[in-house]
């Protein structure tokens, strides 16, 4: 019995050397051969004569890239090499393809302002073509816009990435072409959770398609829609579900190209010290191994650079976490600068310069209103510092917008940037803000702080009462040196004790002697 399917088709085409009939059935049944029988694909494309590659040179460059995305790690390049054409293309299809297999080439080593060019000057070419041409790319048009998109995704361009991953996802649906269509969901929806648009990331998460239980696909195809799931986690203070997500599904060489936004959400979901040590050797010695290029430019040196601070924070070093922000170059009104100078606003919030905090903070809220993250993240900033500063009304009106923002689009991730004891007088100033139960949720979940630099966090005056009190035998000693009463030593030291996440002067007195302390 003969089998009809395309994959039937293919085979039979292969096995009789009917070169034509092979191109005709790999440009009419493209996806669904690359969907359920991918090693036929391959080989089918491995069988090409040089000449009929000469004359086609787009099956070239399609040979590459299946072998690349089926191989996954078996294959032999470490990343997609575009491999030079010996003609100029001649053809619509040949040029995009051209165009198309560069710009993934520039993106796997690094030159993401290189990719995003190339991708830009293939959708202009495509753009000045008439619908009646487009016959005969109609088929490759998914893929297209797919890594068009990807290039400029990781180039730090969302505006125009949006805007291609929904062409490939909306041609992806037309053409039946399940892999770009999980890929193109999650690429917008990851998008739209790292700028905290959680509604929209939510949205296209609804459209991911549904993949048959022994897709091979899915699980590659599947990570940027999952690092948009453990970020829509996260933003609801559920950090061990995001965790347990991030470690079970998300592994490390299912797609590596998004190995450094996968560093970023685990940085942010760690709670010890110890552990954010561990993890930050483990990243410092994966970027040792990677091209420098991958790890310094682009959203993959700023995540890796939000990472590293993070991680460096939590494990005790303000200083150094602050420097990893400074020295990382990134266009500053980009969505990456805003989230680089919101996490600086938090860090320097910590440490306690609250006029610095307020100055980043101001900036931020005039750019960055339509990223619900930035802008929950500057407000909440903005309340901690006006309150340390004694602007009582101008700090209440900035947490309830704050409030509001978060409420509204679900990024309660910003609360939690801040330590545990300037979040609690936040909600003594204002305790109806939000829900007992999410204020108990985020009290609980926000950080210690910062032990490395923690007595840079404190007031001139509250460190003379850190010191007044390790220097007396009691409250009354201390309060007499200072010229005040015990009980407003007492006060001060319930203060001192939240901001540095302790409850006793045996801690404060062991805090005190950690390495790398001030006093």
């Known amino acids: 019995m003969i089998d009809d399917s395309a994959a039937g088709a293919l085979d039979r085409a292969v096995a009789s050397a009917s070169w034509d009939a092979v191109m005709h059935s790999m440009n009419q049944d493209w996806a669904e051969l690359l969907a359920d029988h991918p090693e036929g694909l391959l ?84 753009d000045d073509v008439v619908d009646e041409a487009l016959g005969e790319v109609q088929p490759a048009l998914p893929e297209f816009h797919y890594q068009w998109a990807m290039a400029l995704d990781f180039a730090g361009d969302f505006t125009g990435a949006i805007r291609e991953y929904t062409d490939a996802y909306d041609h992806a649906v037309v053409g039946r ?40 696909w899915e699980s590659r195809y599947s990570v940027p829609a999952r690092l948009a799931q453990a970020y829509l986690l996260i933003d609801e203070l559920r950090f061990d579900d995001a965790r347990i997500l991030l470690a079970e599904r998300v592994e490390a060489g299912q797609h590596p190209e998004y190995w450094a936004a996968r560093a970023l959400l685990q940085s942010m979901v760690v709670r010890e010290p110890a552990d954010a040590a561990s993890l930050l050797v483990t990243l410092d010695a994966q970027t040792a191994g990677s091209p420098a290029e991958l790890t310094s430019a682009g959203m993959s040196g700023a995540m890796l650079a939000l990472a590293r601070s993070a991680l460096l924070a939590r494990s005790g070093y303000l200083p150094d976490a602050l420097r990893v922000l400074a020295e990382t170059s990134v266009v500053p009104q980009s969505l990456a600068g805003q989230l680089l100078l919101s996490a600086q606003a938090c860090l320097e919030l910590l440490a306690g ?27 909440v900033v903005s309340a901690m510092s006006e309150l340390r500063l004694d602007d009582l009304p101008r700090a209440l009106d900035d947490f309830r917008f704050a409030a509001g923002v978060a409420t509204t689009h ?70 007499a040196a200072l010229f005040v009463s015990p009980n407003t030593v007492k006060s001060q030291l319930r203060s001192i004790y939240a901001k540095l996440g302790i409850n006793n002067r045996q801690q404060l007195a062991a805090l005190t002697r950690r390495p790398g302390l001030r006093r």
């Open 43 to 126: 080989a089918a494309l491995e069988a090409l004569p040089d000449e009929v590659l000469r004359a086609n040179p787009r099956w070239s460059m399609a040979r590459t890239y299946v072998s690349r995305i089926t191989r996954g790690d078996a294959a032999d390049a470490t990343r997609y090499r575009h491999a030079a054409l010996p003609d100029r293309p001649d053809t619509l299809m040949d040029s995009l393809a051209e165009l198309t297999s560069r710009a993934a080439g520039h993106r796997a080593a690094g030159r993401f302002s290189d990719a995003r060019d190339l991708a830009l000057r293939a959708r202009d070419i495509l």
């Open 177 to 216: 072409h399940p892999l770009v269509q999980l890929n193109a969901a999650g690429g917008v929806a990851w998008i739209h959770a790292l700028a905290g648009r959680n509604a929209l990331a939510a949205e296209w998460l609804g459209r991911l398609p549904q993949a048959h239980d022994d897709a091979w």
């Open 353 to 379: 310069r609250y006029t610095a905090a307020s100055r980043i903070a101001d900036r931020l809220r005039s750019a960055a209103t339509d990223s619900p993250r930035i802008v929950t993240t500057a407000l």
């Open 410 to 479: 679900e990024v309660y991730s910003a609360f939690v940037m801040i330590s545990r004891g300037d979040l609690r007088d936040l909600f003594d100033a204002d305790p109806g803000v939000i829900s007992s139960e999410m204020r108990e949720r985020m009290l609980s979940r926000g950080r210690a702080s910062v032990a490395g630099d923690a007595l840079a966090r404190l007031t001139p005056r509250e460190a003379a009462v850190v010191a007044a009190v390790l220097a007396s035998e009691s409250v009354a000693d201390a309060a």
